[in-house]
């Protein structure tokens, strides 16, 4: 009898360790998958155990906001869970291409297994692929990308993205006309413009008029300039729609400028300055596309490619639309690294090292 208890307590502790290092939610799936052609369908997915201490490089356009931070937060969270070994590169911006090109050849100097690219480009990075990174798995994350050289993806499809803040708007403008300034981030360049056609095709018919468009790279000063030029253009908006960066600029700058009661904000995408001006009433309405819970699944689905394991090409969370109105029944957990986390560029396996 206390043969079989012991055993029963070690096959406990087994599966305690190996839910302790796992993670499960609610996702959508794409078939066939790297086109976004057809609606998603749900499913329950859970992590899986790493058999070996892989070697992962993750290539991100920036860590210029609390977007990216966030997706990093994710991923190194689940790699040391997973007991793996993970390199950061980060390209300094979206229009770093050369800089981005020569990091994908130092994942493969590293030694990678399996890279995550986290291109700035949508179509100018792939068919160099196979060129630099040789025979290792590329797999796409957050950022939208022509499939050549993607063995598989974590993303959502961004143009949902600008249909959710267009529908929002839309109903908004039923009370009173919209003179919109739009901020949606670099021209062409990490889903912008996929945004601003879903965008534009939900405000079609409706009293909202886009009176300006300026582009500009995720940068605080960059936004802030931008937006100080446009509210002098047009000081009759009353409406700012951009990306969190631009958002978290117009926050302050509107206060400066006594028109924060006249000029409301919404914004593309959720970063922890944007949470909070959600919950200060100072923010309408955020889109999050859940990138702790994005940085996660990137590493489990690179782990399970490795390992031959079950694999669903294209993944990602559901996109959750913010107001302050919900924002009590938001987890916060799988969309916003916590305020004290800063960037990581490494991540080093305990197996590794005692190898």
């Not at 066939?32 to 609606?39: D, E, G, L, Q």
Request: aromatic share 8%; with cysteine; hydrophobic share 40%.
């Amino acid at each position: 009898m206390m043969r079989n208890l012991i055993r029963l307590l070690g096959i406990t502790l087994l599966f305690t360790v190996c839910y302790a290092n796992s993670f499960s939610n609610r996702i959508n799936v794409w078939s066939p998958p790297f086109s976004y052609s057809t609606p998603p369908e749900e499913q329950s997915y859970r992590s899986v155990t790493a058999k070996q201490a892989w070697r992962l490089c993750a290539l991100y356009p920036h860590l210029k906001d609390s977007y990216w931070l966030s997706v990093n937060y994710g991923m190194v969270e689940q790699a040391r869970l997973s007991n793996i070994e993970l390199q950061v590169f980060d390209a300094g911006g979206y229009y770093s291409l050369a800089t981005q090109l020569e990091q994908i050849q130092q994942c493969r100097n590293w030694g990678a297994d399996a890279i995550l690219l986290g291109a700035i480009s949508f179509d100018r990075i792939n068919p160099q692929l196979t060129a630099l990174a040789g025979n290792i798995p590329v797999l796409g994350l957050i950022n939208e990308t022509i499939p050549q050289g993607i063995s598989a993806r974590v993303g959502v499809p961004w143009r949902e993205m600008g249909i959710n803040v267009g529908q929002f708007l839309a109903q908004r403008s039923q009370h009173h006309p919209l003179k919109v300034l739009l901020l949606p981030g670099p021209q062409n360049r990490g889903g912008t413009d996929l945004v601003e056609q879903g965008f534009y095709k939900e405000i079609a018919g409706h009293p909202i008029e886009v009176v300006d468009i300026a582009w500009g790279d995720n940068d605080h000063e960059a936004q802030r300039n931008l937006l100080q030029q446009m509210l002098e253009q047009h000081p009759d908006i009353n409406l700012i729609a951009g990306s969190a960066v631009a958002i978290e600029a117009a926050i302050p700058e509107l206060q400066l400028h006594k028109l924060a009661d006249n000029v409301d904000l919404v914004s593309f995408y959720l970063s922890h300055e944007v949470y909070r001006g959600l919950k200060r009433h100072r923010v309408l309405m955020a889109n999050s596309d859940q990138m702790v819970l994005q940085g996660r699944l990137s590493v489990d689905q690179a782990i399970r490619l490795l390992q031959k394991e079950p694999l669903l090409q294209d993944i990602g969370p559901k996109i959750l639309t913010l107001t302050p109105e919900n924002l009590a029944d938001f987890d916060i957990h799988s969309s916003l690294s916590p305020g004290e986390f800063r960037p990581e560029y490494e991540v080093h396996s305990t197996s590794a090292t005692n190898k």
